[in-house]
């Protein structure tokens, strides 16, 4: 797995080892990246980080700041692991914690331009209600971006509303834009 494009582009990331962790695809980062386009500047909020691959791939774009939420502890050691090699340790929090608690103590950094949210399928049932008070970190025109089963149809996060759904393979994104 490695970095898609930007100042790191090329530059290899660790991935946690075992089936609880699936780490987004170099193809579907790539597209999604696409999708949403310049992130120069953003504020991105890295939700079930895994390998922490999606928000390193915003911080290599541009991004001023990343927040990652993780709490298995294998995937908490990547992360760290990918930050310290890539030196990116300043640019970045981690919040090791359950995401329902993790984004209570994301207070102290929002708001957040850009949630990034890639949840085990098996936990995806939780990982929507937990994107009720995502809502509460997020900017006026916050865009969430939700990683899921093709098969699966994501309930609409409160305070947001859908604006696009693309797939690849078994692997979908629903894209949410803020309400205000």
């Not at 079930?48 to 709490?71: C, D, M, P, W």
């Not at 950094?109 to 936990?123: E, G, I, M, Q, R």
Request: proline share 5%; net charge positive; with cysteine.
């Amino acid at each position: 797995m490695r970095v898609i494009a930007g100042r790191l582009r090329g530059r290899a990331l660790r991935a946690p080892r075992g089936r609880a962790t699936r780490p987004t695809s170099d193809r579907v980062r790539e597209a999604l990246f696409s999708i949403l386009g310049d992130v120069s500047g953003a504020r991105v909020l890295d939700l079930y980080a895994g390998s922490g691959a999606l928000g390193i791939e915003a911080l290599s774009r541009g991004a001023a700041f990343a927040a990652f939420v993780e709490s298995a502890p294998g995937a908490l050691a990547c992360i760290r692991h990918n930050l310290s090699v890539l030196e990116l340790e300043d640019h970045c929090q981690v919040i090791a914690a359950r995401v329902e608690r993790g984004l209570r103590e994301l207070r102290r950094f929002a708001p957040f331009d850009l949630v990034l949210c890639d949840p085990p399928w098996t936990l995806l049932s939780q990982a929507t209600s937990a994107l009720g008070i995502v809502a509460e970190v997020v900017s006026e025109n916050a865009t969430l971006a939700v990683e899921h089963p093709t098969k699966t149809e994501l309930i609409q996060p409160s305070g947001f509303r859908p604006v696009d759904r693309r797939r690849w393979g078994d692997t979908a994104v629903s894209l949410f834009a803020r309400t205000t």
